[in-house]
Structures are given as C-alpha cells and as structure tokens.
Nanobody, 124 residues
Framework: QVQLVESGGGLVQAGGSLRLSCAAS????????MGWFRQGPGKEREFVAA????????YYSDSVRDRCTISRDNAKNTVYLQMNSLKPEDTAVYYC?????????????????WGQGTQVTVSS
C-alpha cells in the first residue's frame, strides 16, 4: 500500500532553517510527481512546492520562492524540502503528497496519496 511519512518538522526561530523529508513506499517512486503542501491555523491547505518525475522541473509558490528548495532522491524513495530564512507565517502542518501525472500540480485535489503531516513552528 502507498505510504508517505513526513519527518523533520519542529520548532525553529525566525531566520532559521529546516529540512523536511518524506519517505515513500508502496509505489514506483521515480514515476510520481511529489508535492509539498501546508496548512496553517485557520487557513486552507496551500501549495508549497513540487517536483516531477525524472528530477524536474520544480515548482514553487510565490510565498516560498527563493527560500525553499525541493529535491528528490529516487534511490532512497525520498523527497526533501529545504526551508531557509523561515518566517512566523511559515508556521503550519506540512504535508507530503504524490500523484502519477504532473497535471495541475499546484492543486491539492489532484493528489490521491498523502502523508500524515509534520508540524513546523517558527517563533519570532
């Protein structure tokens, strides 16, 4: 069965960095587009970043562009989200998701598989 497990969240001060990881199993990882979404308190789930099968291309939301980098290691069935210069508004539960075809990849509804999420809290 497809399973996605996020890790790497935690409490960090503004300006700090975190690297989130998502380990996938039960699928041919290299054939899937991987995405990161987040949901802050009282907010809708929003797109953060995505990377297509084959190592690219990558996509980012305007709110994280130039501060975050998404990457994948197909040999380890793992996708990463490196987040730098974190801001309090980055506080959210971050979710890993995957989909077979890289169509409308900024929309959460198109992703059939999701992890349980990992909490990122950025203090001021």
């Amino acid at each position: 069965q497809v399973q996605l497990v996020e890790s790497g969240g935690g409490l960090v001060q503004a300006g700090g960095s975190l690297r989130l990881s998502c380990a996938a199993s039960g699928l041919t990882f290299s054939s899937y587009t991987m995405g990161w979404f987040r949901q802050g308190p009282g907010k809708e789930r929003e797109f953060v970043a995505a990377i297509t099968q084959g190592g690219g291309p990558t996509y980012y939301s305007d709110s994280v562009r130039d501060r975050c980098t998404i990457s994948r290691d197909n040999a380890k069935n793992t996708v990463y989200l490196q987040m730098n210069s974190l801001k309090p508004e980055d506080t959210a539960v971050y979710y890993c998701a995957c989909r077979r075809y890289p169509i409308d990849i900024r929309t959460a509804a198109g992703y059939p598989y999701w992890g349980q999420g990992t909490q990122v809290t950025v203090s001021s």
